[in-house]
């Protein structure tokens, strides 16, 4: 079974210009989420998705960054205009419906491969 | 706010030298926690989930134990493959997961 895609996998632009990114979770996978990984650090949560919906973009820097996932199923992650900060690894992941559980149980998250993005 | 800290930040074993890593953690409510490996330019890999104290977790040489504030991941008899980054993360009843920085293991022959 395939796993988490992403493209590319690798990307450097200057700084002021756009850039997206591009995810196609596990089949099956309602729920999808874009982590940014700086070097040396953890994934850090920036939106999640069930099916079409963004229920949780609190982490979003929502003046440069945006998102998509229009059919609930591949979603785009779009930063206009881009800044050196913003250099890192953006990976996307995907789970089974967290909200079919109850609140003592989760599905493990499955991630893509990333995508290092430069920024010079 | 959710925290994870894990320690030590990096790990150096002899092979077949066992050792044990520790992520300490504070969560409002604990939907369950997570280890995971990264090897260098991969995503993260699931390896285990716990929801309790007290519960085990074991694969080949890895075992995962938790406690209510912490959880070690111990490595028995490891081998070089074994070496990569292990991250933990929490996962609180909002379904927020947070992860700490990470331990990374190298494992020479």
């Known amino acids: 079974e395939a796993g988490v895609v992403q493209s590319p996998r690798y990307k450097i632009i200057e700084k002021k210009q756009p850039v997206a990114f591009w995810c196609n979770p596990i089949s099956g996978h ?3 989420y874009w982590y940014r990984q700086n070097l040396g650090q953890g994934p850090e949560l920036l939106i999640r998705y069930e099916n079409e919906e963004a229920v949780d973009d609190s982490q979003l820097p929502k003046d440069r960054f945006s998102a998509e996932r229009l059919k609930g199923v591949d979603s785009t992650l779009k930063i206009q205009p881009a800044e050196l900060g913003d250099s890192a690894v953006y990976l996307c992941a995907s789970s ?3 909200s079919l559980l109850d609140s003592r149980h ?3 998250q499955y ?3 990333g995508t290092r993005l430069t920024v010079t | 706010e959710d925290q994870v800290t894990q320690s030590p930040e990096a790990l150096r074993l002899q092979e077949g030298e066992s050792s044990s890593l520790n992520c300490s953690y504070t969560v409002s409510g604990l939907r369950g926690l997570f280890w995971y490996r990264q090897d260098p ?4 890999e699931f390896l285990f989930t716990l929801y309790s104290a007290g519960e085990e977790k074991e694969k080949e040489r890895l075992k995962a134990t938790l406690t209510k504030k912490e959880s070690f991941l111990h490595i028995t008899a490891p081998k070089p493959e074994d070496s990569a980054t292990y991250l933990c993360a929490v996962q609180a009843t909002d379904y927020k997961l947070s992860f700490g920085a990470g331990t990374t293991v190298t494992v020479r022959a």
């Open chain 1, 30 to 32: 309602n729920t999808l």
């Open chain 1, 96 to 98: 089974l419906d967290l």
């Open chain 1, 106 to 108: 989760s599905y493990e």
């Open chain 1, 111 to 113: 991630f893509g491969p």
């Open chain 2, 41 to 44: 330019g991969k995503g993260p």
